[in-house]
């Protein structure tokens, strides 16, 4: 594993390869403005464009569609000469896998245009809930970080994803489930009605690609999530949060799992970069911020280090005057991990004393253990698999 040290001392993953688009790259997650450029590279009149690129805007964001020969206010002409230089591809399903709740664990290939390296893969997680549909995407390809406690961050940072990959998780998850406009449903409602950037990775080292997918993502005339259905989590990259905020006004939730800084230089060695009282700071000043548009801040508890009722009132001290909601997180475990989740009378405890100083502390209901799709057990298990049961796995994402 490649990794760099700074001055001070902090271990950070460097990507180990970049993105190799393939020889017919695919329109999704461009802006209006490059499928603009690319038309006019193939051709198409400048007095066009506009027209052609809402054509293509609406049916690929709203009709799903992954064929052009499907476009059929688009002359025959013109669809040949889309499909002859360019793809409507998303990530391909490689497996997909089923929890006794419910929730989805889709892994993907990303498609490339470097034929001898080894396809790259990532995680997505769909949950449903009674009153809403909740898709994690991933924005790398592993993850930057060494965070202790999380499974995702033992893995090696491969590369960063495209905006394309990002967006193309979100219609992965739609294609899958039936849920593009044509979907007939007794009250109309969508299954994916929220996302969440929790998946693999540390979107806020990916800035730019992140930035792109979460305006496509909220695009009125497209995919169209409202921003305050998405939400985008960070472990603190202070210098781009207020950026992130100005640019794409989506919801704002800070993996925070301890209080005082020699704690979270373990748990969270981003940290040492950038403290407790900077990423707060961060917080107090994130644009839009109200007791509307409140900050979730996540607190995974670790039985017998962060879970005292000490770790509790500094947490509360240290929000003061930040409109924010704790989301405490039952640790998940996995293989090989030195935590344990604490126990459910000292989760309770801790919840109490949060909720009554004010602040919503609900108790987040561990969803997909089973298929290790909960919060800090993505990691693209699939790649320990044999390849008999690699093919298994595929056969079955085939026929579902």
Same mark, same amino acid.
């Given at each position: 594993?490649?990794?760099?040290?700074?001055?001070?001392?902090?271990?950070?993953?460097?990507?180990?390869?970049?993105?190799?688009?393939?020889?017919?790259?695919?329109?999704?997650?461009?802006?209006?403005?490059?499928?603009?450029?690319?038309?006019?590279?193939?051709?198409?009149?400048?007095?066009?464009?506009?027209? /052609?690129?809402?054509?293509?805007?609406?049916?690929?964001?709203?009709?799903?569609?992954?064929?052009?020969?499907?476009?059929?206010?688009?002359?025959?002409?013109?669809?040949?000469?889309?499909?002859?230089?360019?793809?409507?591809?998303?990530?391909?399903?490689?497996?997909?896998?089923?929890?006794?709740?419910?929730?989805?664990?889709?892994?993907?290939?990303?498609?490339?245009?470097?034929?001898?390296?080894?396809?790259?893969?990532?995680?997505?997680?769909?949950?449903?809930?009674?009153?809403? %549909?909740?898709?994690?995407?991933?924005?790398?390809?592993?993850?930057?970080?060494?965070?202790?406690?999380?499974?995702?961050?033992?893995?090696?940072?491969?590369?960063?994803?495209?905006?394309?990959?990002?967006?193309?998780?979100?219609?992965?998850?739609?294609?899958?489930?039936?849920?593009?406009?044509? /979907?007939?449903?007794?009250? %109309?409602?969508?299954?994916?009605?929220?996302?969440?950037?929790?998946?693999?990775?540390?979107?806020?080292?990916?800035?730019?690609?992140?930035?792109?997918?979460?305006? *496509? *993502?909220?695009?009125?005339?497209?995919?169209?999530?409202?921003?305050?259905?998405?939400?985008?989590?960070?472990?603190?990259?202070?210098?781009?949060?207020?950026?992130? %905020?100005?640019?794409?006004?989506?919801?704002?939730?800070?993996?925070?799992?301890?209080?005082?800084?020699?704690?979270?230089?373990?748990?969270?060695?981003? $940290?040492? &970069?950038?403290?407790?009282?900077?990423?707060?700071?961060?917080?107090? $000043?994130?644009?839009?911020?109200? $007791?509307?548009?409140?900050?979730?801040?996540?607190?995974?508890?670790?039985?017998?280090?962060?879970?005292?009722?000490?770790?509790?009132k500094l947490l509360v001290k240290l929000l003061k005057g930040i409109?924010?909601?704790?989301?405490? *997180?039952?640790?998940?475990?996995?293989?090989?991990?030195?935590?344990?989740?604490?126990?459910?009378?000292?989760?309770?405890?801790?919840?109490?004393?949060?909720?009554?100083?004010?602040?919503?502390?609900?108790?987040?209901?561990?969803?997909? /253990?089973?298929?290790?799709?909960?919060?800090?057990?993505? &990691?693209?298990?699939?790649?320990?698999?044999?390849?008999?049961?690699?093919?298994?796995?595929?056969?079955?994402?085939?026929?579902?």
């Amino acid at each position: 594993m490649t990794q760099t040290t700074d001055a001070l001392g902090i271990l950070e993953k460097t990507a180990l390869e970049s993105y190799v688009p393939p020889a017919q790259p695919s329109l999704i997650g461009l802006s209006r403005e490059e499928i603009a450029d690319r038309l006019g590279e193939i051709g198409v009149p400048a007095g066009q464009r506009k027209m /052609r690129v809402q054509q293509l805007w609406h049916w690929m964001y709203v009709r799903g569609v992954q064929d052009f020969a499907e476009m059929s206010n688009v002359s025959k002409d013109m669809r040949t000469a889309l499909a002859g230089h360019f793809t409507l591809a998303r990530p391909e399903v490689v497996a997909e896998q089923i929890s006794n709740d419910g929730t989805r664990k889709w892994l993907l290939r990303l498609p490339s245009g470097h034929a001898t390296e080894r396809a790259h893969e990532v995680e997505c997680v769909y949950i449903p809930e009674t009153d809403r %549909g909740t898709l994690c995407v991933s924005s790398q390809v592993g993850c930057t970080l060494n965070c202790s406690f999380c499974h995702t961050g033992t893995q090696r940072l491969v590369r960063n994803l495209t905006a394309g990959e990002i967006v193309g998780q979100v219609m992965v998850a739609r294609d899958r489930l039936g849920d593009w406009v044509d /979907r007939e449903t007794p009250n %109309g409602n969508r299954l994916v009605t929220n996302v969440v950037l929790m998946g693999m990775g540390e979107p806020l080292y990916n800035f730019d690609a992140v930035r792109d997918a979460l305006l *496509i *993502i909220s695009d009125g005339e497209g995919i169209a999530l409202s921003r305050r259905r998405i939400t985008l989590s960070t472990s603190g990259v202070v210098p781009n949060i207020a950026r992130m %905020g100005e640019e794409t006004g989506v919801m704002l939730a800070i993996s925070l799992h301890a209080v005082r800084d020699e704690l979270r230089n373990e748990l969270v060695p981003l $940290n040492r &970069k950038y403290p407790i009282a900077e990423l707060l700071d961060a917080c107090r $000043n994130y644009p839009g911020s109200s $007791n509307a548009r409140r900050i979730t801040f996540e607190y995974v508890m670790l039985k017998g280090v962060n879970d005292s009722l000490d770790d509790a009132k500094l947490l509360v001290k240290l929000l003061k005057g930040i409109p924010a909601k704790i989301n405490l *997180i039952p640790f998940n475990p996995w293989p090989g991990t030195t935590y344990e989740c604490s126990d459910w009378d000292q989760i309770e405890k801790f919840s109490e004393y949060v909720f009554n100083a004010g602040y919503s502390s609900p108790v987040r209901t561990p969803r997909g /253990r089973d298929i290790l799709a909960a919060c800090g057990q993505l &990691k693209s298990e699939t790649e320990k698999l044999s390849a008999r049961e690699r093919q298994a796995l595929r056969a079955m994402a085939m026929t579902d």
